[in-house]
């Protein structure tokens, strides 16, 4: 059964740094793209990051040079390292996994989902 456990998350000064972690247990790790995501109040949930198997990846245009992306397959952990973090960065971080070979930015092609992570930004 996979599961994925998101931690890092909390509240930040803008400008300031955070990096989410995501366990995977239950499943080959190595085998699935991975993703981040996120969605603030009143907002649908949006890709931020995604990598694929061989590591490649893609960002959302809005973090892009800010956040970036990585998996430690030894360790079944897929990271985000956020940085020059904004207020608009607000929102909850969800890890996701799916059994592909290339990765999207949509939330719809996502099939396993972590219970997420608050991040906050204060100006």
């Known amino acids: 059964q996979v599961q994925l456990v998101e931690s890092g998350g909390g509240s930040v000064q803008a400008g300031g740094s955070l990096r989410l972690s995501c366990a995977a247990y239950?499943?080959?790790?190595?085998?699935?793209?991975m993703g981040w995501f996120r969605q603030a109040p009143g907002k649908e949930r949006e890709g931020v990051a995604t990598i694929d198997i061989d590591d490649s990846t893609r960002y959302a245009d809005s973090v892009k040079g800010r956040f970036t992306i990585s998996k430690d397959n030894a360790k079944n952990t897929l990271y985000l390292q956020m940085n020059s973090l904004k207020p608009e960065d607000t929102a909850m971080y969800y890890c996701?996994?799916?059994?592909?070979?290339?990765?999207?930015?949509?939330?719809?092609?996502?099939?396993?989902w972590g219970q997420g992570t608050q991040v906050t930004v204060s100006s």
């Open positions: 996701a996994a799916d059994y592909r070979t290339r990765a999207t930015m949509s939330p719809r092609d996502f099939n396993y």
């Open positions: 239950g499943y080959t790790f190595s085998s699935y793209c």
